[in-house]
């Protein structure tokens, strides 16, 4: 019988993505194109936690669908959700998921001339050790599948509600002063506000390892320009230390340099709801499909990372409560009393 050669549906996803940044590197020259990675960047702040080929996968076939997705997360994670009563959550009949890449660890053996394995005494494979005498791990991928909360009854049963952050109305100093500390505490750097000398809002000195503000712009745009310049420092500034990035550089490359970061700053602002309408220079981001997409892994895994180091999500939330509880809230009188009208929000863990 002749052994089949159709690809598994894993090879098929990646191949979808590997197409997708295919058709984007061939028209770098179109506006589209442009929307569509903002687009993406801004799902990659929505949906940080997942991998940049499952964020990829994840948008193209929502865009497919015309979907606005809200919150995916696993069959099984919607089942183990339960309100307060102990209902549980559950995807309703008929709903198609949305597939992704679930990758699969496994343990590396030792081969012969005829990729057989290596058995040992006992009639066991031997496993490949590194340079520390622990088992190589590799990793392979197989299709999994997620829901979107509104493809389930999670938010009918009040076992679910809108995740607190996503909601935040006001960019205000206090959050901007937030960030400020966080980030110069998380990541090891000195951030000020003071005049750039320039028409910039702000820079990143590599030398003094420093984020430099204007205290011209509005605080959205502080906010974004923050974010701007700790892309720098994180990209590029690890690049600068090691030697592998010199000044030479960057003035070569200075439209990609400024592309990355100012991508990054477009993830993390979409997620402060702030809108960037900056330069993304997407033009200079590599003249085929594996450079384009090659640095967008880099981008978005560089946010990644920043948001979970951060915890934005936390800082985002607890402004978004404190804000809410500044303003005037309703109430009515009940025999002299007043009774304020409260609500909690509810979370769950996001499936990685």
Do not use: C
């Not at 559950?90 to 030792?110: C, D, H, M, R, S």
């Not at 404190?322 to 809230?329: G, H, I, R, V």
């Amino acid at each position: 019988m002749k052994k089949s050669t159709k690809p598994n549906k894993s090879d098929e996803l990646i191949t979808q993505i590997n197409e997708k940044f295919e058709n984007l590197v061939n028209n770098l020259d179109s506006p589209q194109t442009d929307q569509e990675i903002k687009s993406y960047l801004k799902f990659a702040g929505q949906f940080h936690s997942y991998s940049m080929r499952n964020q990829m996968l994840i948008a193209i076939q929502a865009d497919q669908r015309n979907m606005q997705l809200e919150h995916i997360a696993s069959y099984k994670k919607w089942s183990d959700l339960k309100n307060d009563n102990g209902d549980k959550a559950n995807v309703q009949k008929g709903e198609k998921g949305f597939t992704i890449l679930v990758p699969i660890k496994y343990t590396q053996y030792e081969l012969d001339e005829n990729r057989k394995y290596i058995l040992d005494k006992n009639n066991k494979p031997i496993p490949k050790l590194d340079d520390n005498g622990n088992p190589i791990q590799g990793i392979a991928f197989k299709a999994g599948t997620v829901f979107d909360v509104n493809q389930t009854n999670a938010k009918e049963i009040g076992a679910y509600k809108t995740l607190n952050y996503r909601t935040i109305t006001q960019a205000d100093d206090t959050l901007l002063q937030k960030l400020k500390k966080e980030i110069s505490q998380k990541f090891n750097i000195t951030v000020s506000e003071e005049p750039t000398n320039s028409q910039a809002k702000g820079y990143y000195s590599y030398e003094d390892n420093k984020i430099v503000i204007s205290p011209i712009p509005t605080i959205s745009e502080k906010i974004s320009t923050l974010y701007h310049e700790l892309g720098h420092h994180l990209i590029h500034g690890k690049q600068f230390k090691e030697g592998t990035l010199t000044y030479d550089n960057l003035h070569e490359n200075r439209g990609a340099a400024e592309g990355e970061a100012e991508a990054f700053s477009y993830i993390l602002s979409s997620m402060s709801n702030i809108e960037n309408k900056s330069e993304l220079y997407i033009k200079t981001w590599g003249n085929d499909a594996n450079d384009l997409k090659d640095r967008f892994n880099l981008i978005t895994t560089t946010a990644k990372e920043a948001i979970s180091q951060l915890n934005l999500e936390n800082i985002l939330t607890t402004h978004q409560s404190d804000t809410q509880e500044e303003e005037p809230k309703e109430f009515t009188y009940t025999k002299g009393s007043l009774k304020d009208q409260l609500s909690q929000d509810k979370q769950i863990t996001q499936t990685q």
